[in-house]
Every structure is written in structure tokens, then in C-alpha cells.
Nanobody, 128 residues
Framework: QVQLVESGGGLVLTGASLRLSCAAS????????MGWFRQAPGKERAFVAA????????YYADSVKGRFTISRDNPKNTLYLQMNSLKPEDTALYYC?????????????????????WGQGTQVTVSS
């Protein structure tokens, strides 16, 4: 399994921005479909955004569409989540995940099942 390490979380005020990063080990990051999920206190983990291995296709949860942007830098083995206009309801532990065997370069998933590896999470807290 690939090792994933998230960073960039923190405590911010409503309306602020943060950029999360997810550093991946291994030499085949460019072949992985990647995703971001989050878990708020007392709630189940939920999908946030996904990106295909090529980076050309992205998909977002309705709750973050237009505010968050997922991207990747394959030569740097890094996944990003740019979060703008943050709201208190965005407060959660954010996880990145890797699907190490996507069926094709345009594949992505908003379900947890296809993802083989998960990071430990980075906390985002948005205060009003």
C-alpha cells in the first residue's frame, strides 16, 4: 500500500481559505485515482472530491462545489485540496485516499470502497 500523509489543516475563521496537501510514497502515484473525504464529529466519513489519475477529470460533493478545488502534481507525488470560502460546517478531519488500481485514466470514485490506502487525516476547524 502507498503511504499517504496529509498536511495543511488548521483553525481559521469563516470565509478564510486553506490548502491541504497529501504527500504519497512510491513511484506510481501518477497511476492512482485520488480522493478527499472528511469526517465531522459525530458523523460518518463523507466524500469531498476526487480526481482521475491523469488529473483531467474531477468530481465534487455538492456541498463543496464552487468553493473547493482538487488538483495533483504527479511529478511531486502530491495531491491538493484548495478550500475557499470556508464555513463552520466544513469543520472535520480530512483524509486523502488512493485507488491504486483504477480501471482507466479517467476513472474516479466518490465511494470509499475502491480506495486502497488512506492517510491519517488533518484537522480543519472553521470558527464563526
Amino acid at each position: 500500500q502507498v503511504q499517504l500523509v496529509e498536511s495543511g489543516g488548521g483553525l481559521v475563521l469563516t470565509g478564510a481559505s486553506l490548502r491541504l496537501s497529501c504527500a504519497a510514497s512510491g513511484r506510481t502515484f501518477s497511476s492512482y485515482a485520488m480522493g478527499w473525504f472528511r469526517q465531522a464529529p459525530g458523523k460518518e466519513r463523507a466524500f469531498v472530491a476526487a480526481i482521475s489519475s491523469s488529473g483531467r477529470i474531477t468530481y465534487y460533493a455538492d456541498s463543496v462545489k464552487g468553493r473547493f478545488t482538487i488538483s495533483r502534481d504527479n511529478p511531486k507525488n502530491t495531491l491538493y485540496l484548495q478550500m475557499n470560502s470556508l464555513k463552520p460546517e466544513d469543520t472535520a478531519l480530512y483524509y486523502c485516499a488512493a485507488d491504486e488500481n483504477p480501471p482507466h485514466a479517467g476513472y474516479y470514485s466518490d465511494y470509499e470502497l475502491p480506495y486502497d490506502s488512506w492517510g491519517q487525516g488533518t484537522q480543519v476547524t472553521v470558527s464563526s
